[in-house]
């Protein structure tokens, strides 16, 4: 099991910055990928970014490439998302995703393990 909270989350105008965060626990061995979606109201859920974290390996939906960076701190079990140059059509609920097996770092399908969300709001 693996319990993921995630924070970060806000408002801010078009062309600013936000950094989420993902805190990670679970009572056995830390998750092999994480990963960073999106659902906006009516839209089905995005892939943002992910992470094989002891690979260092990263993958980007092509909506968020050269503006979203996806980092981790192993030692902490933290996971973040580096947002800058924000457009409106960047708000949506933000939700870390976890799992032990590593197959498409960006594909819903790959991770069983969720959290509660985030919402990340852009005016213009």
């Known amino acids: 099991q693996v319990q993921l909270v995630e924070s970060g989350g806000g408002s801010v105008q078009a062309g600013g910055s936000l950094r989420l965060s993902c805190a990670a626990s679970t009572s056995t061995y830390s998750p092999y990928c994480m990963a960073w979606f999106r659902q906006a109201p009516g839209k089905e859920r995005e892939g943002v970014a992910g992470?094989?974290?002891?690979?260092?390996?990263?993958e980007y939906g092509d909506s968020v490439k050269g503006r979203f960076t996806i980092s981790q701190d192993n030692a902490k079990n933290m996971l973040y998302l580096q947002m800058n140059n924000l457009k409106p059509e960047d708000t949506a609920m933000y939700y870390c995703?976890?799992?032990?097996?590593?197959?498409?770092?960006?594909?819903?399908?790959?991770?069983?393990?969720w959290g509660q969300g985030t919402q990340v709001t852009v005016s213009s």
């Open positions: 992470i094989a974290r002891f690979l260092g390996r990263t």
């Open positions: 995703a976890a799992d032990y097996s590593c197959r498409n770092l960006i594909s819903e399908g790959s991770y069983n393990y």
